[in-house]
């Protein structure tokens, strides 16, 4: 691996570190990867990404290897004891009681701190609540190292704000948000995202794109729970305005296009479930600091309620559920990625047995084994089924035909993709979220 200049490493080689260190290294900047999973580490020290749903990361990984500038270890040391830059990005869970889950980011930090050399930097991407870096981290970072934070080390939160399956894009479409500890700590982070980043020109917002630095590091966390917060409660929202335009015979579509006609309405889109690493999991975080806050458990409490009402409406369209075959179709939380992260399939498939149905499980980005592993009856287009649900937005779903589903009565379309056309005259019943 090349040598001189900066050094960076990034902990966390999952679907959003492993991106962001390849963006790191593609710059130029010579970067190492850490991680605890060998096969992976093995993987990628051979150019094989595990993700084959991000355009662009095998092809760059190569292209880093190639060069010398990308390196991944399961060794702490090797990783980190020479970097200027350390990048966490491991996960912070919930736990059942919708508390966050430390464990894996307490690891990482401690880890961190064991191999910590003076005047290096330390940068969170991992969304967390309010307070966790200066209140929680950095504790953690200065007993494993023997240092002292803002005189020894940087610390900085710059929240990851990026997708799956788009990860590069967003890179550039976003600006970077930087929040230090101290004004040092966010000045040498920032600069270190200026040398690396290279962002679109954007002339909707209101300063250039690029690195933005806010007050504090807990002005950047609230910034990322803020802007996924708003996500939860706008769809929340949407979806109030579905259910009420279903029950009086309106068109919420219509009605949510035109209302977004005029420039201060940004109403999103209702749908069968919200699903993902972000919007189910970031209120709580939010809440976890802001316990006062009744809108956001609001919304967490309608957009949990999405599934139910989805069979409840098939339930009224045909009776009772009991013994009924129901092919819910799509178990990614989302179109075009393979990720089932508090995807609505799984509540989906639960209530649906409750209610007495045979719930089955169709997913073009999923083999059989992979869902029975998932723990659900496999299902495929062209088997008989009483009812469907269309879960995810996959664009095979847009051109769904009845010889797909031969013997349903109705399909649910909770995402509103479905081309009705094909539909019309038969007697499969087409019902679509808010319509």
Not at 63 to 90: H, K, N, S
Not at 158 to 182: H, N, Q, T
Not at 243 to 263: F, L, M, R, T
Request: with cysteine; proline share 7%; charged share 25%.
């Amino acid at each position: 691996m090349t040598s001189g200049g900066t050094l960076a490493a990034v902990v966390g080689l999952g679907k959003i570190g492993l991106p962001l260190a390849i963006q790191f290294a593609g710059s130029g900047v010579a970067t190492t990867g850490l991680d605890i999973n060998q096969t992976l580490v093995d993987g990628l020290n051979e150019g094989i990404s595990p993700f084959d749903f991000e355009p662009e990361l095998e092809t760059r990984l190569r292209e880093c290897l190639a060069r010398g500038t990308f390196r991944a270890t399961t060794d702490p040391r090797e990783a980190l004891g020479e970097a200027d830059f350390i990048v966490v990005v491991v996960p912070l869970v919930i736990s059942e009681d919708k508390t966050p889950a430390f464990h894996a980011l307490d690891a990482a930090a401690r880890t961190v701190g064991s191999a910590l050399k003076p005047g290096a930097h330390v940068i969170f991407e991992t969304t967390v609540p309010v307070g966790t870096t200066r209140g929680r981290l950095v504790p953690i970072l200065e007993e494993a190292s023997g240092l002292k934070a803002g005189i020894d080390f940087g610390v900085a939160f710059s929240p990851e704000r990026v997708s799956s399956g788009r990860i590069f894009g967003d890179l550039r479409r976003y600006p970077k948000l930087v929040g230090g500890i101290d004004a040092g700590s966010a000045k040498a982070v920032a600069t270190f995202y200026e040398s690396t980043l290279v962002f679109d020109p954007r002339e909707d917002l209101k300063r250039p794109n690029g690195v933005w630095v806010l007050d504090s590091a807990e002005a950047a966390e609230l910034a990322k729970l803020a802007e996924t917060t708003y996500r939860d409660v706008n769809i929340a929202l949407a979806n109030e305005f579905a259910a009420y335009a279903e029950k009086i015979g309106v068109d919420v579509w219509q009605v949510i296009e035109a209302a977004n006609s005029q420039p201060f309405s940004h109403i999103h889109h209702p749908g069968v479930a919200v699903g993902g690493h972000c919007i189910p999991v970031y209120p709580h975080l939010y809440l976890s600091t802001d316990p006062d806050a009744r809108i956001p458990a609001l919304a967490r409490t309608v957009n949990k309620a999405q599934p139910g009402r989805a069979l409840g409406r098939l339930a009224a369209e045909v009776g009772s559920l009991d013994g009924k075959t129901i092919a819910i179709l799509g178990a990614a939380y989302r179109g075009n990625v393979k990720e089932t992260a508090f995807s609505g399939v799984f509540d989906l498939v639960v209530e649906a047995k409750e209610m007495g149905a045979h719930p089955r499980v169709q997913d073009p980005m999923y083999t059989d084994d992979e869902l029975a592993a998932l723990g659900f009856e496999p299902h495929h287009l062209g088997e008989p089924c009483d009812l469907a649900v269309i879960q995810a937005d996959h664009p095979e779903y847009r051109k769904l035909r009845p010889e797909d589903l031969p013997g349903c009565r109705a399909l649910y379309d909770g995402r509103a993709i479905v081309d009705p056309e094909p539909w019309e005259g038969t007697s499969t019943s087409v019902l679509v979220v808010g319509r």
